[in-house]
């Protein structure tokens, strides 16, 4: 398998082409010694009340220290975000302006057509453009980009019904996951939200022919303080891993034609 580290870099959002740390350290108190002591006696009492582990079990984060599984944004009801964006029609069609944030924007999406289908984001002054999704026959699925803010608007390529809704999650803490995750998928989808802080490393497995690619977003998109880490672009069946270095709460955008596992420790 290929072995290689990528860092998370800084840049002006572009469209998308196609999520802890390895180790742990054991944190358990040293337990003390019970030594002969002369002055003791037989039957003197022993506070045996502390144990050394001050760990409150009910604060625990999810998958902390233990294999969980990630799960698709599309699953999540309100995608955490109170004011996503929803549109619908039929055929090609422009909406109105709306605000973005500096933030990871996820796009999901259906459409019933048999032909192309490509929702384009273009800010207000047109130069600048985002095509997450350019697919042709009937689609279901999602796909994330970072977006620096903005007033926008959306020109939708499609010869069917088409369902969109751009959301800009912001995950409670009770939600973000810890290392080590997997998640098993198939075609267009955004899964997470996990933490990494540092090195980390990602398999990935991919069963068909067809495009494969993958990348790692933080939540707080690919702006000013946003990083992006593009870490498998491959076609055909595909096994192998890459190590990555980022710090944030991260969604993982993983684009196939076919079944895939992606793991993360």
Known sequence: MRRRTLLGTVG???PVTVAGCTGSGDDSADQPTN?????????????????????????????????????????????YDPDSHSFSG?????????????????????????????????????????????????????????????????DIVADGDWSLELAQPESPADAIHQLPVEVHGEGYDVVGPVQITGTAT???????????????????????????????NELGPFDGEEHIEIDAVCWIHVQADSSWTIEIE
């Open 12 to 14: 002006a959002a572009i």
């Open 90 to 154: 039929s055929g090609g069609e422009t909406t109105d302006y709306f605000d973005l944030r500096d933030s990871i924007t996820v796009f999901i999406a259906e459409h019933d057509g048999q032909d192309q289908f490509g929702p384009l984001l273009i800010d207000e002054t047109g130069l600048r453009e985002f095509r997450p999704i350019l697919e042709h026959d009937p689609f279901e699925g999602a796909a994330a980009i970072g977006t620096p803010t903005d007033t926008y608007y959306l």
């Open 202 to 232: 990602v398999r990935g497995q991919h069963e068909d022919e067809g495009a494969f690619g993958v990348e790692i977003l933080d939540e707080e998109g690919r702006g000013e303080h946003g990083q992006l880490v593009p870490v498998f």
């Open 35 to 79: 030594g002969d002591d002369a002055g003791s006696e037989p039957g003197d009492d022993v506070d045996e009340s502390s144990t050394g582990d001050d760990t409150d079990p009910g604060e625990d984060l999810p998958g902390e220290g233990e294999l969980t599984t990630l799960e698709s944004i599309t699953t999540v009801d309100d995608r």
